[in-house]
């Protein structure tokens, strides 16, 4: 075993010298980094599509396959199921989206459609400029 491998009729597996795993120790207990980690960029992770990590209350963060992460809150308007983006992850912190969350939940209280209003903003900024 002077090579650091360990040779079994059934695997072959690497043990590190000096390391304390017995090489009885199944292939599959020793730690490695997930495949998924990128190792250029330990924190970017790689997902094959995208995916919803939600924080309750219609809240979520959108991960893509392209490293992109954003806010999006969903919520239900005139019976109808919307969705509206509050940033992305790193610019906007979880915080400043709960924040963001709770003032479209207030206008839905109100009976104003939250991305109705975002929209209607933006029609005035445009023909001011």
Do not use: C
Not at 5 to 11: I, N
Not at 77 to 100: H, K, M, Q, T
């Amino acid at each position: 075993m002077g090579d650091g491998l360990y040779r079994s009729e059934y695997f072959v597996t690497y043990v590190p010298e000096g390391s304390r795993i017995s090489p009885l120790t199944h292939h599959n207990s020793i730690s490695r980094p997930h495949p998924s980690v990128n190792r250029r960029h330990p924190r970017r992770i790689f997902v094959r599509y995208p995916r919803k990590v939600s924080f309750g209350g219609g809240l979520h963060l959108l991960v893509s396959p392209t490293g992109g992460r954003y806010w999006r809150y969903r919520y239900r308007f005139d019976g109808r199921e919307n969705l509206i983006s509050l940033g992305l992850y790193p610019e906007v912190p979880i915080e400043s989206a709960r924040a963001r969350q709770q003032v479209a939940r207030q206008l839905l209280a109100l009976g104003v459609n939250p991305a109705g209003r975002r929209k209607a903003l933006r029609q005035i900024s445009a023909q001011r400029l």
